[in-house]
């Protein structure tokens, strides 16, 4: 995947409030790259979302910016990078999704997600567990402040910055080009269907604008009728 000024470092996206960090990264041989966003609270406190690989430059950023207090796994797949955080950043809390602890018992979580947002993010986060789903079993969080809605592998969106190999594969599935979803509605069956809907539903209810998506570009407005789009098919 191609390098550019913008990987391996924070890029503020609002002012003293939300960063995202891209990285080259391989999920089995596809090159997916990978991004991790970063919120501060007013108190200064930094909320990690999907944690990336550490390098001197990005802990130097963050230092900067305030305390790493939260570092958040959305599903079971974004654990590559926990132990760096854990071994960095021995004060802070770390948070799984609903199966990560069993899956990864080598990593000391504090705690497991649950269907809304903790008591010490909830003036600042909204979030829920996608149902339905039994491959992704995601948290999903909308920053109020910033209209922000923040995924992991829901939603994917590959453009002119991906690399050869998956604009070929993309072009071969019709997907180059433009948001898709990892859920194949055709492979649920009719009660998987409703909690999908469901929970489609409850983010829909959030006043966002942005989606900051863990693989791809991003959507940098008119988020919510681009999901609407996207799972057209189950709404």
Same mark, same amino acid.
């Given at each position: 995947?191609?390098?550019?000024?913008?990987?391996?470092?924070?890029?503020?996206?609002?002012?003293?409030?939300?960063?995202?960090?891209?990285?080259?990264?391989?999920?089995?041989?596809?090159?997916?790259?990978?991004?991790?966003?970063?919120?501060?609270?007013?108190?200064?406190?930094?909320?990690?979302?999907?944690?990336?690989?550490?390098?001197?430059?990005?802990?130097?950023?963050?230092?900067?910016?305030?305390?790493?207090?939260?570092?958040?796994?959305?599903?079971?797949?974004?654990?590559?990078?926990?132990?760096?955080?854990?071994?960095?950043?021995?004060?802070?809390?770390?948070?799984?999704?609903?199966?990560?602890?069993?899956?990864?018992?080598?990593?000391?979580?504090?705690?497991?997600?649950? %269907?809304?947002? &903790?008591?010490?993010?909830?003036? #600042?986060?909204? *979030?829920? @567990? +996608? !149902?339905?789903?039994?491959?992704?079993?995601?948290?999903?969080?909308?920053?109020?402040?910033?209209?922000?809605?923040?995924?992991?592998?829901?939603?994917?969106?590959?453009?002119?910055?991906?690399?050869?190999?998956?604009?070929?594969?993309?072009?071969?599935?019709?997907?180059?080009?433009?948001?898709?979803?990892?859920?194949?509605?055709?492979?649920? %069956?009719?009660? &998987?269907?409703?909690?999908?809907? #469901?929970?489609? *539903?409850? @983010? +829909? !209810?959030?006043?966002?604008?942005?989606?900051?998506?863990?693989?791809?570009?991003?959507?940098?407005?008119?988020?919510?009728?681009?999901?609407?789009?996207?799972?057209?098919?189950?709404?």
């Amino acid at each position: 995947m191609t390098r550019d000024k913008d990987w391996n470092h924070l890029v503020e996206l609002e002012p003293d409030r939300l960063w995202t960090c891209k990285i080259n990264l391989r999920f089995l041989w596809l090159p997916i790259g990978a991004r991790m966003t970063v919120i501060k609270f007013p108190n200064k406190e930094l909320f990690i979302h999907s944690p990336v690989g550490l390098n001197d430059r990005i802990k130097r950023q963050l230092s900067e910016l305030g305390q790493v207090k939260y570092v958040v796994s959305p599903n079971s797949l974004h654990h590559l990078f926990m132990a760096d955080f854990m071994d960095a950043y021995p004060s802070a809390m770390f948070y799984a999704p609903p199966g990560l602890i069993e899956k990864r018992k080598d990593l000391d979580f504090n705690r497991q997600l649950k %269907d809304a947002p &903790e008591p010490e993010w909830s003036p #600042y986060l909204d *979030q829920l @567990i +996608l !149902a339905g789903a039994s491959h992704l079993r995601e948290a999903v969080f909308f920053h109020k402040e910033t209209r922000t809605l923040i995924v992991g592998d829901l939603i994917m969106h590959f453009g002119e910055d991906a690399s050869i190999i998956m604009k070929l594969l993309l072009k071969a599935f019709g997907a180059y080009g433009r948001p898709f979803s990892t859920i194949d509605s055709k492979k649920l %069956d009719g009660t &998987e269907k409703d909690l999908v809907k #469901y929970s489609l *539903q409850r @983010i +829909l !209810a959030w006043d966002f604008d942005r989606i900051i998506l863990s693989h791809g570009q991003m959507i940098l407005s008119d988020g919510k009728q681009v999901l609407r789009d996207v799972f057209v098919r189950l709404l």
